[in-house]
C-alpha cells in the first residue's frame, strides 16, 4: 500500500473514531512513536521563534513530515490533529491535502529550487514546543500548502487555537472527476449571502472598496493588528440579517475542538456581538474576485478570493489579543515572576 493510500485509510480511521485521550498524552504519544532523529527534528523550546513562524504557501518548513513517518507514527500524529479541531474542520483538512493531486496534474509536477516535489499531499508538517506535560504550557502546529494551525495547550487542553488558516486551491475544481467540488463552499455561500441581505444604503457603509485584495491583510504576520477598515455594526443589522451574520461567524467557530469553541464563542459574547463589525470588498458577483472581514474588540475573521482568476480561496480566524496564546503566556509568566 502506497504512503498516499495508506494516509488516506488511516485519516478516515480516525473520522470514525472519537478523542480518548488528553492533548498532552496524544502528544506525548506521538513523540514517544518517532525515533531519536525525527523527535529532534519534531521538538522545540516554547519559547523558540519557530512557533510563530507560520506560513500557508509552499515553501521551505522544519518540522516533520508524513513523508518520513511509517505507520505507527502516521496514526499517532492524526490523533492528536483529531483531537485539536473539530469533525468538520477535519474533513476540510482532509480535503485540502488532497487538493495537492489535482494541482499536481494541473501543474504538471512542479518542484521547487531544492528539486523536491512542490505539490505533495503528504507534505504536511508537525512541531511541537515545549514539554507536553499536564501541568505545563505546550504547543504544537499542523502546517503545509494552504493549512496553518496553531495550538497552545495546558491541563490536558486548548487554551489558545489562533492563528487557524485554511484555503482551497483550486477554490472550486473546474474540470476532471470532480468537477465542481469546492473545500471552502460554506465559507463562500454564507460571505455572499450576508452581503447580498444588505441593503443600498447598508452596502455602501460595509463596502469599503470595489476591487478586493490580492490577499489578506493580516498575511503570516506574528502580530495581527486590527484593520483599518471596519464595515457594519451588528447592531445597525436587521433580525434576519443578524442570523445571516451569526451563521457565518459560527461556521468559523464551529472549525475549532468543541470545548474551545464554546470558550471562544463565549468570550466574544463577553466583549458583546454588538461591537462585531462585517466589511466586504470587491466585486458581488460570483467568480469575480471578492474579499470579507468580521472583526472585534479581539477576534479578526478574513476571507479573500482574487488569486489565480479569483478561484484560489484564503480563510484565517485570529485573536488580536491572545494569537498564539501570548496573553494567556504573559499573565502566566507575570504571575510566576511575583
Not at 44 to 58: A, H, I, N, V
Not at 78 to 92: F, H, M, P, Q, V
Not at 255 to 273: L, P, Q, R, V
Request: with cysteine; aromatic share 12%.
Amino acid at each position: 500500500m502506497s504512503k498516499k493510500y495508506l494516509l488516506a485509510y488511516t485519516l478516515c480511521l480516525f473520522f470514525l473514531k472519537g478523542q480518548a485521550q488528553e492533548l498532552h498524552q496524544l502528544a506525548n504519544d506521538f513523540l514517544s512513536s518517532l525515533s531519536k532523529e525525527l523527535r529532534e527534528q519534531t521538538l522545540y523550546e516554547l519559547t523558540s521563534d519557530e512557533r510563530k513562524s507560520f506560513f500557508y504557501t509552499p515553501v521551505y518548513r522544519k518540522g516533520t513530515t508524513f513523508n518520513q513517518y511509517n505507520e505507527a507514527q502516521t496514526k499517532a500524529a492524526l490523533a492528536l490533529l483529531k483531537a485539536s479541531i473539530s469533525t468538520e474542520a477535519y474533513e476540510k483538512t482532509k480535503a485540502i491535502m488532497d487538493l495537492e493531486n489535482i494541482l499536481i496534474v494541473l501543474e504538471n509536477n512542479p518542484k521547487m529550487p531544492d528539486g523536491t516535489a512542490k505539490r505533495d499531499p503528504l507534505n504536511y508538517h508537525f512541531w511541537i514546543f515545549g514539554d507536553p506535560a499536564e501541568e505545563q504550557f505546550w504547543g504544537w502546529r499542523f502546517e503545509g500548502h494552504h493549512i496553518s494551525l496553531n495550538f497552545l495547550a495546558s491541563e490536558g487542553a486548548l487554551v489558545s487555537s489562533t492563528p487557524f488558516f485554511l484555503g482551497s486551491n483550486p477554490g472550486r475544481v473546474l474540470e476532471g472527476k470532480r468537477k465542481g467540488h469546492e473545500v471552502l463552499k460554506k465559507e463562500t455561500d454564507l460571505g455572499y449571502a450576508m452581503v447580498n441581505a444588505l441593503d443600498p444604503e447598508q452596502l455602501k457603509v460595509a463596502r469599503f472598496s470595489e476591487t478586493a485584495p490580492a490577499d489578506m491583510f493580516t498575511s503570516n504576520h506574528s502580530k495581527a493588528e486590527k484593520l483599518a477598515h471596519t464595515g457594519i455594526k451588528y447592531s445597525d443589522l436587521t433580525k434576519d440579517q443578524q442570523k445571516t451574520f451569526w451563521n457565518l461567524l459560527q461556521l468559523y467557530l464551529d472549525n475549532y475542538e468543541e470545548k474551545f469553541s464554546e470558550k471562544f464563542k463565549a468570550k466574544i459574547e463577553k466583549e458583546g456581538i454588538d461591537e462585531l463589525y462585517f466589511a466586504w470588498a470587491g466585486s458581488l458577483e460570483r467568480g469575480q474576485g471578492h474579499y470579507y472581514s468580521i472583526q472585534g474588540p479581539t477576534l479578526l475573521i478574513e476571507y479573500d478570493n482574487t488569486q489565480n482568476n479569483n478561484n484560489h480561496v484564503h480563510t484565517v480566524v485570529r485573536d488580536l489579543e491572545n494569537d498564539f496564546g501570548d496573553d494567556i503566556l504573559q499573565q502566566h509568566y507575570d504571575h510566576d515572576h511575583r
